[in-house]
C-alpha cells in the first residue's frame, strides 16, 4: 500500500485523534497541517525553510501544474518530488476545486469540466481519468478524487445532482488510478451544507473503499459555527482507520475546532496568503505588522516562538521591510505564520495524547478570539 | 583603529593584490565583492542565506535609511548590524550618489544638498556633518564622505568645482566624525573623465590622510575602456598599504579588470538586480532563465557551482518559477548570482596568491565574452 495510517488514540475529551501516517517519503503524526505550494513552490521560501519550520508533508495543486509547467514536464524532470526538491511527502489535489471556480470560463457534462485557462485563455478539458493521470504524472503520494465542490449557498436540487455525479467520478478516478501501490487515492465527501447528502455521500463514497477521506465543500463562505456542525454530523460516519482529511481549513481556531471534531489533516493558503498582506498569525490574534504601534517595538512578533522570524528579528524591523516593500518581509512573516501553525498542531497532538485536548483548545481559543 | 589593512603582495603579472581586512565585524581577504543590503536587506535574501552565499561584508545605503525607518530608529534598536541581523562587516555609502541621482528633486549648496524625498515628497538636507551623524547612528563598520558623483558626461569646468567642493566636504566629514575608533570613514576620489583632476582629486583627499579610499564617479555610463584608463591613472595615485574600493561596480568582467588594476573592494546592486529579471550570472556568460531552449533543461545553472541553487534545482524549475512569477525563483537566481561573484572573487585572489592574476583574468574574460 501506498500509505499506512495508525490511529494510536482518540482523547478523552473529544473526538481529537492521535495518529501515524507513513508514506513513501517519511512518517509524521497527525493531526497535521499541510503547507499549501500551489505551483511547486510554497510562496517565497526553499523547500529548506519549509523543512526548518517542521513541514513533513505539503499540498501541490493539480489544475496550476497541469497548465504550467504541464504535468509530463514534472514527469520528465523525475516528479514533483524531484521537480521542486521537496524531500517530505506530497498530496496533490485533484484540480476539481480550481476548474469549478473558474465560473464563466467552465462547462460541465457528465463526461468531465471543458474550461479555459486562467493564463492564456487556452482551452482544456479535465475528466476523472484526466484528474489521474496528471496526478499519476506528477507522483505525489497521496492523490485526491476529482470531484464538484458546490458552492455556498446551494439548493438541495443542485447538491444532490452535483454529489451523485463526484460518486460516479469517484468510481472512474478509482478505477483509472494504476498506480495504487506508490500514490494513495482519497474520496472526497461533498453534500454542501445539508446532513443527509453529506451522509449519503459518505455512505456511498466509503462503499468504495479508499485508504482515506476528505470533507470537500466547506470553508467555502459559510459560518463556521455551520461547517462545524457538518463536521459533527459527517466525521463519526468516516472509516475510524483512515486518515479524515479537511480541504481548505487553516484559520487557526477552525484547525482546533476541526480537531476536536476528528480531523487528522488540514491545507490552506492562509499562512502564506495573509503574510503576503503583512498579517502575521500569532497565540493571542493576528497583528497587521505595518501598524503604526510597532514602529519601535523591538520585541519579536512572538514571545517564546522558536522560528527563524522570531528568534532573529523585531516588529521593528519587520514593519521596516513591510512599508519598504521588501520580499523578505514576506519571506519572514510566512515562516512565522507557518511555524505558528505547526506549533499549534504540535500542542494539539501533544494534548491529545494527555487527553486534555478540549482543555486545551478552550485556552488556545480564548486567546485567539 | 576601527579597521586594519594588511597587505599580504601584489600579483606578479598585474597591479592585483592580495590583501587581509579587519573590522570588529570580522576578517576577509581582499579583494572581496559586497552584496547590497540597499533597505537593511539584501534583496530577497535572509542573513543566514547571506552569509551562506560566503558575503563578509555588505553594503547599505545612508541615503534609503535616513528616510525610512530612519537612522534614529535603527540606533535605538541597537544599530545596524542588530537591526537587520547581519553578524558580518557593513560599509555605508554617504547618500550622496542618491540625493545627486535625485536631478529636478534636489539643489547644491556649499552648506549641502537640499531634496524631497522619493517615497513622500518631504523636504531634507544633507549635508556633510549630517550625513556623518547618520552614519553614525546606523553603526557600519566603514563609512564614506558625503560627495558629489558627478555626472557623465560632465565638462571640466563642471567636475573641477564639484571636486572642490567634495574636498571641502571631505574635511568637514573628517571633523565631524566622532566615533573614529568603531568606524573608519574613507575618502572619496572624484574627478569625472579628466586624468589631471581625479590625480589633483587623490593628491588632497590623500593629504586628509583617510583610514581607506574609494574611487568614485565611475560606471556612470561611461565606456568601460575610459573607466579603465580612469583607474589606470588614478589607482596608483592611491596609498598602497589602505584598501581601494570601486564604488558601484560589480559585472564580472569590471571586477575582474577592476583587481587587475589594484581594486580591492567592490559593490554593486547588480547580481540581485538582474536576477529579479530572471537573469543568472554563469561563467559562460548571462543566461536568460525564462528563455524557451531551458524549458525542458534538468542541468543546474552552472554545473560545478556550489551555491544552493546549483546544488538542488534545474534550469527547468528555475524557469517555471519565473513564469510563474513566484518569488522563490527572485531567491534562488539571486543566490546563484551573489555566490558566482563570491566565487569568482575567491578564485581572483587564489590567482593572484599564484601570481597568475593576468593569465587568469584572460580566461574568464574569454569564456564570459
Not at 64 to 69: F, S, T, V
Not at 136 to 142: F, H, N, R, S
Not at 264 to 288: H, I, Q, Y
Request: hydrophobic share 40%.
Amino acid at each position: 500500500m501506498a500509505i499506512k495510517f495508525t490511529l494510536h488514540k482518540t482523547c478523552a475529551q473529544s473526538g481529537a485523534r492521535l495518529g501515524t501516517l507513513e508514506t513513501a517519503h517519511g512518517s509524521f503524526e497527525t493531526p497535521i497541517f499541510m503547507p499549501v505550494g500551489t505551483q511547486a513552490t510554497v510562496k517565497t521560501l526553499t523547500p529548506a525553510q519549509v523543512e526548518a519550520i517542521g513541514a513533513k508533508i505539503i499540498l501541490s495543486n493539480t489544475y496550476h501544474l497541469y497548465l504550467r509547467p504541464g504535468h509530463r514536464l514534472v514527469e520528465k524532470s523525475g516528479g514533483l518530488h524531484k521537480f521542486m526538491q521537496w524531500p517530505g511527502s506530497i498530496l496533490t489535489d485533484s484540480g476539481g476545486y480550481q476548474v469549478f471556480s473558474l465560473n464563466d470560463l467552465r462547462k460541465i457534462s457528465e463526461e468531465g469540466v471543458s474550461f479555459r485557462s486562467h493564463i492564456d485563455g487556452s482551452k482544456h478539458f479535465i475528466s476523472p481519468e484526466k484528474a489521474i493521470e496528471i496526478q499519476q504524472a506528477l507522483g505525489a503520494d497521496i492523490i485526491m478524487c476529482f470531484d464538484e465542490c458546490a458552492p455556498y449557498p446551494a439548493d438541495r436540487s443542485y447538491v444532490l445532482p452535483s454529489l451523485e455525479r463526484t460518486l460516479r467520478w469517484a468510481k472512474r478516478c478509482q478505477d483509472a488510478h494504476s498506480n495504487v501501490e506508490k500514490q494513495a487515492l482519497f474520496g472526497i465527501i461533498q453534500g454542501g451544507m445539508y446532513h443527509d447528502l453529506r451522509a449519503r455521500s459518505a455512505e456511498k463514497m466509503i462503499e468504495l473503499d479508499f485508504p482515506g477521506y476528505s470533507v470537500g465543500g466547506l470553508s467555502v463562505g459559510e459560518p463556521k459555527p455551520l461547517m462545524y456542525e457538518i463536521l459533527e454530523s459527517t466525521v463519526p460516519l468516516m472509516p475510524a482507520y483512515k486518515p479524515r482529511y479537511l480541504m481548505g481549513v487553516g484559520s487557526p481556531d477552525a484547525l482546533v475546532e476541526g480537531v476536536l471534531r476528528g480531523i487528522d489533516m488540514f491545507d490552506c493558503v492562509l499562512p502564506t496568503r495573509v503574510a503576503r498582506n503583512g498579517l502575521a498569525l500569532t497565540s493571542f490574534g493576528k497583528v497587521v505588522v505595518r501598524n503604526n504601534p510597532y514602529a519601535e517595538d523591538f520585541a519579536p512578533l512572538e514571545e517564546g516562538c522558536d522560528c527563524y522570524t522570531c528568534q532573529k528579528f523585531s516588529r521593528a524591523y519587520l514593519r521596516h521591510l513591510i512599508k519598504a516593500e521588501e520580499v523578505l518581509g514576506l519571506v519572514l512573516i510566512s515562516i512565522h505564520n507557518l511555524r505558528f501553525l505547526m506549533r499549534l498542531m504540535e500542542k494539539m497532538r501533544q494534548a491529545i495524547r494527555e487527553d486534555r485536548s478540549l482543555s486545551f483548545a478552550k485556552e488556545v481559543l480564548a486567546k485567539l478570539l
